[in-house]
């Protein structure tokens, strides 16, 4: 039989085609306009209200193919607030306190300044794990991407030669990614359901530390996701049983029966990385 090729594809590619569009030497009235643009590459027409949900399928996209190629298997999700101190920059932040107001919450968010090495510990041990038969990465380390707790995790993982991967958020105030996140895996969201979809997608442990609204929300809605059966329970470790005891009353929740009892065991307390990390190990241990 006659040896034959059969071309993998006979559609130029998107790339092609845009190369071809750009260029046009072609000038007429119709040529530039607007209208005559490719689709995809027209910024004002992707960007109208009627193209939303356009939008909102490129941002669970994009970061998912990226994933994939980067042979993510499974996340190590740490949520905490963007206004912990890292140590060495407590004293600053009691020096900008102008009255006693001001003073008594820095002395209270520098007590906290020791999770930043908490969180930066934790992460470093769960940057130690190999890869699976299939060459995928587990218990990848992935923050908020910003400063504080999210740059103790991303640093954590930098410490011991591993990649991170970082969920920025457009936000009215200026959110750098913080530079301890793998440039690769550092992705921009609009929307803050995408990237809360993309935090939990893969994520197989979680480490919940002090934080404010935005740490609630991401919270709660992972433990509603379990309690409801949507998600698989994984484990949810909230580092610091005073700050939570005292902020949020879930015994209350349960006594006013709003809550079963059963969803408190939905989260476990801890105090150090070494606790946390090996309730992590027997979780998914095999028996």
Known sequence: MTRTRVPARVYPSAAEAAGEAKQQITHTPQTEHPAYKLAFQDNDFLLRDDLRPVRFQLELLKPELLLDEAQIGSTFVFYGSARIPEPDKAQALLDLATDDDGRRIAESLVAKSRYYDVARRLAQMASGMERDTEGKRHFVVCSGGGPSIMEAAN?????????????????????????????????????????KMHFLLRARAVAVFPGGFGTFDEMFELLTLIQTGKVAPIPILLFGREFWERVVNFDALADEGVVSRRDLGLFRYVDTPEEAWAHVQDWYAED
């Open 155 to 195: 640093r954590g993982a930098q410490d011991v030669g591993a990649e991170s991967i970082g969920l920025n958020i457009l936000l009215p105030h200026e959110q750098a990614p913080n530079l301890y996140v793998t440039p690769s895996l550092s992705f921009q969201f609009h929307y803050f359901a995408l990237r």
